[in-house]
Protein backbone atom coordinates (compact mmCIF):
# COMPACT_ATOMS: atom_id res chain seq x y z
CA UNK A 1 0.00 0.00 0.00
CA UNK A 2 1.46 3.26 -0.98
CA UNK A 3 -1.05 5.69 0.10
CA UNK A 4 0.20 6.01 4.11
CA UNK A 5 2.93 8.66 4.00
CA UNK A 6 4.89 8.65 7.27
CA UNK A 7 6.38 12.09 8.97
CA UNK A 8 9.25 11.49 7.99
CA UNK A 9 8.44 11.87 3.92
CA UNK A 10 7.82 15.15 2.03
CA UNK A 11 5.31 15.00 -1.18
CA UNK A 12 6.45 17.04 -3.92
CA UNK A 13 4.93 16.76 -7.61
CA UNK A 14 3.41 13.71 -6.57
CA UNK A 15 6.60 12.00 -5.28
CA UNK A 16 7.29 10.90 -2.36
CA UNK A 17 11.28 12.07 -1.27
CA UNK A 18 12.85 11.14 1.93
CA UNK A 19 12.74 13.99 4.17
CA UNK A 20 16.73 14.38 3.44
CA UNK A 21 17.66 17.97 3.95
CA UNK A 22 18.87 18.97 0.48
CA UNK A 23 15.50 17.48 -0.73
CA UNK A 24 13.20 19.38 1.48
CA UNK A 25 15.72 22.67 1.10
CA UNK A 26 13.73 22.25 -2.68
CA UNK A 27 10.63 23.65 -1.01
CA UNK A 28 11.94 26.88 -0.09
CA UNK A 29 14.34 27.30 -3.55
CA UNK A 30 12.66 30.07 -5.51
CA UNK A 31 13.96 30.83 -8.98
CA UNK A 32 15.50 34.03 -9.48
CA UNK A 33 13.66 34.47 -12.66
CA UNK A 34 9.70 34.49 -10.43
CA UNK A 35 11.08 37.29 -8.69
CA UNK A 36 9.95 40.78 -9.70
CA UNK A 37 12.88 43.36 -8.20
CA UNK A 38 10.97 46.58 -7.23
CA UNK A 39 12.62 49.42 -6.21
CA UNK A 40 15.36 49.44 -3.32
CA UNK A 41 14.17 50.11 0.75
CA UNK A 42 17.37 50.25 2.29
CA UNK A 43 21.41 49.26 2.90
CA UNK A 44 22.23 46.78 4.71
CA UNK A 45 25.61 45.03 5.66
CA UNK A 46 25.09 42.47 3.06
CA UNK A 47 23.54 44.19 0.47
CA UNK A 48 20.28 45.57 -0.68
CA UNK A 49 16.83 45.31 0.81
CA UNK A 50 14.43 45.78 -1.79
CA UNK A 51 10.60 45.75 -2.06
CA UNK A 52 9.51 42.98 -4.90
CA UNK A 53 6.58 40.37 -5.99
CA UNK A 54 6.77 37.11 -5.66
CA UNK A 55 3.17 36.03 -5.30
CA UNK A 56 1.92 39.50 -3.60
CA UNK A 57 4.17 41.70 -1.93
CA UNK A 58 7.63 40.79 -0.84
CA UNK A 59 11.23 41.89 0.67
CA UNK A 60 14.31 40.72 -1.13
CA UNK A 61 17.36 40.75 0.53
CA UNK A 62 20.06 40.63 -2.18
CA UNK A 63 23.09 38.92 -0.48
CA UNK A 64 26.10 39.87 -2.14
CA UNK A 65 28.71 37.85 -1.21
CA UNK A 66 32.74 38.23 -2.53
CA UNK A 67 33.54 34.64 -2.76
CA UNK A 68 31.08 32.99 -4.47
CA UNK A 69 33.18 29.86 -5.65
CA UNK A 70 33.86 29.21 -1.66
CA UNK A 71 31.56 26.28 -0.96
CA UNK A 72 32.26 26.79 2.38
CA UNK A 73 30.63 30.48 2.53
CA UNK A 74 27.46 28.89 0.41
CA UNK A 75 27.22 26.28 3.08
CA UNK A 76 26.57 28.78 5.74
CA UNK A 77 24.44 30.91 3.67
CA UNK A 78 22.38 27.39 2.92
CA UNK A 79 22.69 26.91 6.68
CA UNK A 80 21.02 29.95 7.54
CA UNK A 81 18.48 29.63 5.47
CA UNK A 82 17.52 26.49 6.42
CA UNK A 83 17.09 28.07 10.15
CA UNK A 84 15.52 30.74 9.00
CA UNK A 85 12.77 28.28 7.44
CA UNK A 86 12.48 26.72 11.14
CA UNK A 87 10.29 29.92 12.31
CA UNK A 88 6.70 29.83 12.22
CA UNK A 89 5.67 32.71 15.01
CA UNK A 90 3.00 35.80 14.74
CA UNK A 91 6.19 37.79 15.82
CA UNK A 92 8.41 36.84 13.40
CA UNK A 93 8.84 37.91 9.79
CA UNK A 94 7.64 35.38 7.54
CA UNK A 95 10.19 33.79 5.67
CA UNK A 96 8.76 32.76 2.69
CA UNK A 97 12.00 31.47 0.14
CA UNK A 98 15.43 32.17 -1.17
CA UNK A 99 17.40 32.02 -4.04
CA UNK A 100 20.15 29.65 -3.53
CA UNK A 101 21.75 29.58 -6.80
CA UNK A 102 24.91 31.79 -6.87
CA UNK A 103 25.18 34.31 -8.29
CA UNK A 104 21.83 35.02 -7.50
CA UNK A 105 21.46 34.77 -3.51
CA UNK A 106 18.24 36.49 -2.15
CA UNK A 107 16.39 35.75 1.20
CA UNK A 108 12.60 36.25 0.38
CA UNK A 109 10.59 37.40 3.03
CA UNK A 110 6.86 38.89 3.76
CA UNK A 111 6.83 42.72 3.40
CA UNK A 112 6.14 44.61 6.58
CA UNK A 113 4.13 47.61 6.14
CA UNK A 114 4.77 49.17 9.33
CA UNK A 115 7.64 51.08 10.58
CA UNK A 116 10.08 49.96 12.14
CA UNK A 117 10.88 50.86 16.57
CA UNK A 118 13.72 52.96 15.26
CA UNK A 119 12.16 55.14 13.23
CA UNK A 120 9.35 55.24 15.80
CA UNK A 121 11.60 56.13 18.53
CA UNK A 122 14.81 57.83 17.21
CA UNK A 123 13.64 59.58 14.13
CA UNK A 124 9.78 60.74 14.94
CA UNK A 125 10.36 61.11 18.55
CA UNK A 126 7.02 59.14 18.84
CA UNK A 127 5.92 58.73 22.76
CA UNK A 128 5.26 54.89 24.10
CA UNK A 129 3.57 55.49 27.28
CA UNK A 130 3.90 52.10 30.29
CA UNK A 131 1.01 49.92 28.61
CA UNK A 132 1.83 50.66 25.20
CA UNK A 133 5.71 49.82 26.00
CA UNK A 134 4.92 47.08 28.42
CA UNK A 135 3.03 45.45 25.09
CA UNK A 136 6.07 45.73 22.47
CA UNK A 137 7.90 44.55 25.08
CA UNK A 138 6.04 41.35 25.66
CA UNK A 139 5.57 40.61 21.90
CA UNK A 140 9.28 41.21 21.85
CA UNK A 141 9.82 38.26 24.27
CA UNK A 142 7.44 35.93 22.77
CA UNK A 143 9.24 36.32 19.66
CA UNK A 144 11.95 35.83 20.88
CA UNK A 145 11.01 32.80 23.32
CA UNK A 146 9.76 31.19 20.49
CA UNK A 147 13.26 31.71 18.65
CA UNK A 148 15.57 30.56 21.64
CA UNK A 149 13.08 27.27 22.31
CA UNK A 150 14.12 26.27 18.83
CA UNK A 151 17.79 26.99 19.38
CA UNK A 152 18.19 30.27 17.37
CA UNK A 153 19.92 32.83 18.49
CA UNK A 154 19.25 36.29 16.78
CA UNK A 155 22.70 37.95 17.31
CA UNK A 156 21.27 40.93 15.73
CA UNK A 157 18.34 42.65 18.13
CA UNK A 158 17.95 45.76 17.76
CA UNK A 159 15.04 49.06 17.16
CA UNK A 160 16.08 48.11 13.36
CA UNK A 161 15.16 45.20 13.07
CA UNK A 162 11.55 45.12 15.22
CA UNK A 163 8.58 46.41 12.52
CA UNK A 164 5.30 47.54 14.48
CA UNK A 165 2.50 47.16 12.30
CA UNK A 166 -1.29 48.26 13.87
CA UNK A 167 0.10 47.09 17.04
CA UNK A 168 1.95 44.01 16.44
CA UNK A 169 5.28 43.56 16.66
CA UNK A 170 7.36 41.80 13.95
CA UNK A 171 11.30 40.54 14.22
CA UNK A 172 13.61 40.75 11.47
CA UNK A 173 16.75 39.79 10.76
CA UNK A 174 16.98 36.74 12.63
CA UNK A 175 20.09 34.50 12.28
CA UNK A 176 21.33 36.05 9.37
CA UNK A 177 24.33 37.87 11.51
CA UNK A 178 26.88 35.32 9.99
CA UNK A 179 25.93 35.38 6.35
CA UNK A 180 26.49 39.02 6.71
CA UNK A 181 30.01 38.85 8.58
CA UNK A 182 30.89 36.84 5.57
CA UNK A 183 30.08 39.10 3.18
CA UNK A 184 33.48 41.01 3.32
CA UNK A 185 32.82 42.98 5.76
CA UNK A 186 30.70 45.92 6.48
CA UNK A 187 30.20 48.21 3.38
CA UNK A 188 29.37 51.19 5.63
CA UNK A 189 32.27 52.67 7.43
CA UNK A 190 33.24 52.10 10.87
CA UNK A 191 35.56 51.92 13.29
CA UNK A 192 36.66 48.40 14.53
CA UNK A 193 34.57 47.20 12.10
CA UNK A 194 31.71 47.94 13.89
CA UNK A 195 28.37 49.33 12.33
CA UNK A 196 27.27 52.64 13.84
CA UNK A 197 23.96 51.79 16.37
CA UNK A 198 24.93 48.52 17.21
CA UNK A 199 27.25 48.58 19.88
CA UNK A 200 24.69 49.52 22.44
CA UNK A 201 23.17 46.25 21.83
CA UNK A 202 26.09 44.41 22.54
CA UNK A 203 26.81 42.55 25.81
CA UNK A 204 30.04 42.70 27.92
CA UNK A 205 31.36 39.59 27.13
CA UNK A 206 31.15 40.24 23.36
CA UNK A 207 32.40 43.16 23.67
CA UNK A 208 35.33 42.03 25.65
CA UNK A 209 35.80 39.84 22.53
CA UNK A 210 35.75 42.13 19.97
CA UNK A 211 38.79 42.80 18.41
CA UNK A 212 40.36 45.06 15.49
CA UNK A 213 39.10 44.01 11.88
CA UNK A 214 37.33 41.62 13.50
CA UNK A 215 35.44 40.29 10.21
CA UNK A 216 33.55 36.43 11.72
CA UNK A 217 31.23 36.39 13.97
CA UNK A 218 32.55 32.33 14.76
CA UNK A 219 34.72 34.32 17.61
CA UNK A 220 32.19 36.25 19.11
CA UNK A 221 30.52 34.99 22.12
CA UNK A 222 26.54 35.35 21.11
CA UNK A 223 24.84 33.39 23.01
CA UNK A 224 20.99 33.14 24.12
CA UNK A 225 22.41 35.50 26.85
CA UNK A 226 23.62 38.52 24.76
CA UNK A 227 19.88 38.43 22.95
CA UNK A 228 18.57 39.22 26.29
CA UNK A 229 20.82 41.84 26.97
CA UNK A 230 20.07 43.55 23.49
CA UNK A 231 16.02 43.26 24.53
CA UNK A 232 17.39 45.07 27.98
CA UNK A 233 19.09 48.53 25.51
CA UNK A 234 15.56 47.98 23.07
CA UNK A 235 13.51 48.25 26.66
CA UNK A 236 15.91 51.51 27.90
CA UNK A 237 15.15 52.70 23.57
CA UNK A 238 11.28 52.61 24.92
CA UNK A 239 11.67 53.84 28.05
CA UNK A 240 14.35 56.94 27.22
CA UNK A 241 13.76 57.26 23.52
CA UNK A 242 17.21 57.16 23.04
CA UNK A 243 19.89 55.13 22.89
CA UNK A 244 22.06 54.13 26.43
CA UNK A 245 25.52 55.88 25.99
CA UNK A 246 23.97 58.40 23.82
CA UNK A 247 27.06 60.58 22.29
CA UNK A 248 29.92 58.64 23.83
CA UNK A 249 32.43 57.55 21.45
CA UNK A 250 32.91 53.75 20.49
CA UNK A 251 35.89 53.08 22.41
CA UNK A 252 34.28 54.86 25.72
CA UNK A 253 31.62 52.67 25.57
CA UNK A 254 33.42 49.53 24.76
CA UNK A 255 35.42 50.07 27.86
CA UNK A 256 32.82 50.71 30.46
CA UNK A 257 30.31 48.42 29.40
CA UNK A 258 33.42 45.61 29.43
CA UNK A 259 34.81 46.83 32.76
CA UNK A 260 30.55 46.06 33.71
CA UNK A 261 29.53 49.95 34.05
CA UNK A 262 26.01 50.34 32.91
CA UNK A 263 23.90 53.44 31.87
CA UNK A 264 23.06 55.67 34.82
CA UNK A 265 19.07 55.44 35.09
CA UNK A 266 19.33 58.04 37.76
CA UNK A 267 17.52 60.57 35.37
CA UNK A 268 14.85 57.93 33.76
CA UNK A 269 11.24 58.54 35.44
CA UNK A 270 10.11 54.77 35.85
CA UNK A 271 9.08 52.75 38.90
CA UNK A 272 11.40 50.63 40.64
CA UNK A 273 9.70 47.23 38.77
CA UNK A 274 10.68 49.15 35.49
CA UNK A 275 14.50 49.76 36.16
CA UNK A 276 14.97 46.18 37.51
CA UNK A 277 14.19 44.44 33.75
CA UNK A 278 16.71 46.95 32.87
CA UNK A 279 19.52 46.13 35.58
CA UNK A 280 18.78 42.29 35.43
CA UNK A 281 18.80 42.19 31.27
CA UNK A 282 22.50 44.00 31.52
CA UNK A 283 23.31 42.15 33.97
CA UNK A 284 27.71 41.92 33.65
CA UNK A 285 27.16 37.79 34.16
CA UNK A 286 25.23 36.10 31.06
CA UNK A 287 24.19 33.46 33.80
CA UNK A 288 22.55 36.51 36.06
CA UNK A 289 20.38 37.56 33.19
CA UNK A 290 16.78 36.25 32.60
CA UNK A 291 15.47 34.22 29.95
CA UNK A 292 12.57 35.07 27.91
CA UNK A 293 10.21 33.22 29.57
CA UNK A 294 10.87 34.80 32.72
CA UNK A 295 10.99 38.36 31.56
CA UNK A 296 7.71 37.45 29.92
CA UNK A 297 6.78 36.26 33.87
CA UNK A 298 8.35 39.92 35.07
CA UNK A 299 6.17 41.70 32.15
CA UNK A 300 2.89 40.46 33.34
CA UNK A 301 3.07 41.66 36.64
CA UNK A 302 4.21 44.98 35.95
CA UNK A 303 0.96 47.20 37.38
CA UNK A 304 -1.41 48.42 34.50
CA UNK A 305 -1.97 51.96 34.22
CA UNK A 306 -5.87 52.36 33.74
CA UNK A 307 -6.57 55.36 31.16
CA UNK A 308 -8.88 57.60 32.19
CA UNK A 309 -11.47 58.66 29.85
CA UNK A 310 -13.96 61.64 31.07
CA UNK A 311 -16.02 63.84 28.77
CA UNK A 312 -14.22 66.89 30.12
CA UNK A 313 -10.85 65.78 29.40
CA UNK A 314 -10.77 64.13 25.87
CA UNK A 315 -7.86 61.93 24.99
CA UNK A 316 -5.15 64.12 24.10
CA UNK A 317 -5.03 63.35 20.09
CA UNK A 318 -0.91 64.17 19.61
CA UNK A 319 1.10 62.32 17.39
CA UNK A 320 1.75 59.29 19.17
CA UNK A 321 3.09 55.10 18.75
CA UNK A 322 -0.67 54.61 18.71
CA UNK A 323 -1.52 55.78 15.22
P1 LIG B 1 22.09 46.03 9.33
O1 LIG B 1 22.43 45.32 8.08
O2 LIG B 1 23.22 46.68 9.99
O3 LIG B 1 21.28 45.14 10.24
P2 LIG B 1 19.71 47.37 8.62
O4 LIG B 1 18.89 46.69 9.69
O5 LIG B 1 19.38 48.80 8.33
O6 LIG B 1 21.22 47.30 8.96
P3 LIG B 1 18.66 45.50 6.73
O7 LIG B 1 18.11 44.64 7.82
O8 LIG B 1 19.35 44.83 5.62
O9 LIG B 1 19.65 46.58 7.27
O10 LIG B 1 17.46 46.36 6.17
C1 LIG B 1 17.62 47.41 5.25
C2 LIG B 1 16.33 48.18 5.18
O11 LIG B 1 15.27 47.37 4.69
C3 LIG B 1 15.87 48.72 6.53
O12 LIG B 1 15.42 50.05 6.35
C4 LIG B 1 14.73 47.83 6.91
O13 LIG B 1 13.78 48.55 7.66
C5 LIG B 1 14.16 47.41 5.55
N1 LIG B 1 13.58 46.06 5.67
C6 LIG B 1 14.21 44.93 6.01
N2 LIG B 1 13.37 43.87 6.02
C7 LIG B 1 12.16 44.35 5.67
C8 LIG B 1 10.86 43.76 5.54
N3 LIG B 1 10.63 42.45 5.72
N4 LIG B 1 9.84 44.57 5.18
C9 LIG B 1 10.04 45.90 4.97
N5 LIG B 1 11.23 46.50 5.10
C10 LIG B 1 12.29 45.76 5.44
Keep these: QDSQVSDSDTITDGHRWPRQNSLSMREWDIPYDELKIGEPIGMGRFGTVHRGYWHGDVAIKLIEMDDLDDEKTLDHFRNEVSTFRKTRHENLVLFMGACMKPPKLAVVTS ?3 GMTLYTHIHLRKD ?17 MGY ?3 KGIVHKDLKSKNI ?3 NGKVVITDFGLFSVTKLCGGNKKSEALGIPPGWLCYLSPEIMRSLKAHQSYDDELPFSNASDVYAFGTVWYELLCGEWPFKG ?5 IIWQVGKGMKQ ?13 ILMLCWSYRPGDRPDFIRLLNILDKLPKK ?18
Design 147 to 149: LHA
Design 248 to 252: QPPEA
Design 111 to 113: LSK
Design 163 to 165: FLE
Design 264 to 276: PLANLQASRDVKD
Design 127 to 143: KFNMNRTTMVAQQISQG
Design 306 to 323: RLARSPSHPIHLSRSAES
